[in-house]
T-cell receptor, first 112, second 118 residues
Framework: AQSVAQPEDQVNVAEGNPLTVKCTYSVSGNPYLFWYVQYPNRGLQFLLKYITGDNLVKGSYGFEAEFNKSQTSFHLKKPSALVSDSALYFCAADTGFQKLVFGTGTRLLVSP | GAVVSQHPSWVICKSGTSVKIECRSLDFQATTMFWYRQFPKQSLMLMATSNEGSKATYEQGVEKDKFLINHASLTLSTLTVTSAHPEDSSFYIC??????????????FGPGTRLLVL
């Protein structure tokens, strides 16, 4: 079965420090990959996506993600975390026909 | 651009009644919309793909007679939960893809509808 894994339920980081939220995928072919953020009782907000080309993708709010084909990973990064970045982050892969399979989500908690 | 709305944002209903949830793409046309269900502290689960002018495609295990989908226009898809029961209580989220003919369009998500069936 095609799947996306986010191994960490929660990531804690101090404000100003770099953050990484991990994601690995098991999807056939060369899937498109996405990161979304969800704030409490809200829908998902698009952050960035990887289609092809440069392995480092830059997105909204200073976030970026690094694609690694050999490790089938697509980790989300930010050089300097903000308290307002605290939210639930989802990694997703397009399994074909634009159907997305999501990871289980990682809660990011940025402390002041 | 790329704003998706849902109505209502939350609804409480009695067991046995039907509830309709609307998903609208406000500033773009969407040939395809998706309906997801999210349980507390869990990921999104794709329920069905809604295509304008045709029947929806349901994922395995999702009852099509239970969850009726209508995509009557390029900006509106509706999900009707028929004869709702407490186990249908959940957070329902829709997404829409801009009609462009390209294959790598981003899905834009609505704010979600929280359904509570008593």
């Amino acid at each position: 079965a095609q799947s996306v894994a986010q191994p960490e339920d929660q990531v804690n980081v101090a404000e100003g420090n770099p953050l990484t939220v991990k994601c690995t995928y098991s999807v056939s072919g060369n899937p498109y990959l996405f990161w979304y953020v969800q704030y409490p009782n809200r829908g998902l907000q698009f952050l960035l996506k990887y289609i092809t080309g440069d392995n480092l993708v830059k997105g909204s709010y200073g976030f970026e993600a690094e694609f690694n084909k050999s490790q089938t990973s697509f980790h989300l990064k930010k050089p300097s975390a903000l308290v307002s970045d605290s939210a639930l982050y989802f990694c997703a892969a397009d399994t074909g026909f634009q159907k997305l399979v999501f990871g289980t989500g990682t809660r990011l908690l940025v402390s002041p | 651009g790329a704003v998706v709305s849902q109505h209502p944002s939350w609804v409480i209903c009695k067991s046995g009644t039907s509830v309709k949830i609307e998903c609208r793409s406000l500033d773009f046309q969407a040939t395809t919309m998706f309906w997801y269900r999210q349980f507390p502290k869990q990921s999104l689960m794709l329920m069905a793909t809604s295509n304008e002018g045709s029947k929806a495609t349901y994922e395995q295990g999702v009852e099509k007679d239970k969850f009726l989908i209508n995509h009557a226009s390029l900006t509106l898809s509706t999900l009707t939960v028929t004869s709702a029961h407490p186990e249908d209580s959940s957070f329902y989220i829709c997404s829409a893809i801009r009609t462009s003919g390209r294959t790598q369009e981003t899905q834009y998500f609505g704010p979600g509808t929280r359904l509570l069936v008593l």
